[in-house]
């Protein structure tokens, strides 16, 4: 069951959650036009990029990308460099193409909860995690590199 408690589910529950509620309960709301197309594949492809640069830095530095691990370095170069959580950046940005992908209007609301429930279930626990493993280091990190952006 552990394996239920990671990102990605979470990911695609939200993504099942907004491709229901556009389908099954439009409303009559509708963002849809060419411009909402083109800003949802860059929120997608850009998602995509940004997790993917995290990811390779975490490999580069040879740490785990697994959220309740605790890590063996504490990442600070390249995409880390702007952001403390790129990867549930880029899950945001997904997710919030693929809502408007959908046209699932409602489910603009679900972006909020969806960050929500990343910091809650996710960041705070691993930056506890942090600051017991890398103390001071973790703290000049943190003073100096945002959370989210």
């Known amino acids: 069951m552990r394996w239920i408690n990671v990102p990605p589910v979470w990911l695609a529950g939200f993504v099942l959650l ?3 509620q556009a389908r099954h309960l439009p ?3 509708s963002l849809e036009s060419g411009l ?3 800003l949802s594949g860059f929120l997608i492809g850009g998602g995509i990029l940004i997790a993917v640069m995290a990811v390779v830095e975490f490999r580069r530095h040879k740490t785990t990308v697994v959220p309740h691990q605790t890590p063996d370095a504490l990442v600070q170069s390249g995409i880390y460099k702007r952001s403390r ?3 549930y950046v880029g899950d945001v940005l997904i997710f919030a193409g693929l809502v408007l992908r959908f046209d699932a209007v ?3 609301l679900l972006i909020p909860v969806f960050v929500w429930v990343l910091e809650r279930r996710f960041i705070l626990p691993e930056e506890d995690r ?3 493993t890398f103390r001071a280091d973790f703290a000049r990190y943190e ?3 945002r959370r989210w952006i």
């Open 18 to 20: 907004a491709w229901l």
């Open 27 to 29: 409303m009559g709301l």
């Open 36 to 38: 909402t197309d083109l």
């Open 85 to 87: 959580n790129p990867i």
């Open 106 to 108: 409602l489910s603009l």
């Open 130 to 132: 942090l600051r017991r």
């Open 143 to 145: 003073r100096k590199t």
